[in-house]
């Protein structure tokens, strides 16, 4: 065969890879966006994913004092059992539905929590915390 068609060969096989990691990443967006999730995956290269956060609006928690302690003792003690220290919190993140994401400190990647209020503003309110979840920034 000549160089020209063994070029063309690799080339096609390069285009079906790319076709088959785009068509993952586009299938596991779609069930990660019905499931409401702020995550979703990105295309690394022509085999492999990763998960990245969604960008998000930031800002302070909606919670009062006493319910963010709450979920930073929750938080903590979930790190802890992960082997990560201490938690330290770099940024909350707001989705649409009410649903905040808090973020953590972290030397490699990204940690994150999704956080659900019954109501942020009384103290004692039901709180349904969901992660960690560890992805790509």
Known sequence: MKP???LALALLAACA???SISSTVSSANKQME???SPFRYVAR???SMQLTLMPLPAGPSKAVPELAQQVMDSIGK???KAGRGSALLEEVRHL???REVWVLQSLSG???YVIAFANPVQAGTDIRITGPTTYAK
């Open 17 to 19: 890879d790319t076709s």
């Open 45 to 47: 290269d022509s085999t």
């Open 96 to 98: 649409q539905d009410g």
């Open 4 to 6: 020209a068609g063994i």
């Open 110 to 112: 990204g940690v994150a």
């Open 78 to 80: 979930e790190e802890a």
């Open 34 to 36: 019905a499931k409401g």
